[in-house]
């Protein structure tokens, strides 16, 4: 049974900072690409970084510079360290676990809530 469990979420102020944790289980985790989406009230959800298997990573624009992703394949959890927050960022934040070629597996978490207050 894979399981993909979020943690760090919470209420903190603009300029805070917060790291999100993302624990896997069920998966051979280092061979997945690793990413963090997020889901304001009333918009899509969207990509906000990712990881792949190889350690290479890439940003949605409006975080770059803030946020870092990264991952520990010993311990099967992958990271997102968010800094200078901004009230913009308050959102559903989903852990996302992806492989594409050999097999196809996509699967999700459920998900740690971020407030940003001004």
């Known amino acids: 049974q894979v399981q993909l469990v979020e943690s760090g979420g919470g209420l903190v102020q603009a300029g805070g900072s917060l790291r999100l944790s993302c624990a896997a289980s069920?998966?051979?985790?280092?061979?997945?690409?690793m990413g963090w989406y997020r889901q304001a009230p009333g918009k899509q959800r969207e990509l906000v970084a990712v990881i792949t298997s190889g350690g290479a990573t890439d940003y949605e624009d409006s975080v770059k510079g803030r946020f870092t992703i990264s991952r520990d394949n010993a311990k099967n959890t992958v990271y997102l360290q968010m800094n200078s927050l901004k009230p913009d960022d308050t959102a559903v934040y989903y852990c996302?676990?992806?492989?594409?070629?050999?097999?196809?597996?996509?699967?999700w978490g459920k998900g740690t809530l971020v407030t940003v207050s001004s």
């Open positions: 996302n676990a992806d492989r594409r070629g050999g097999f196809t597996a996509n699967y």
């Open positions: 069920g998966i051979i985790f280092r061979i997945y690409t």
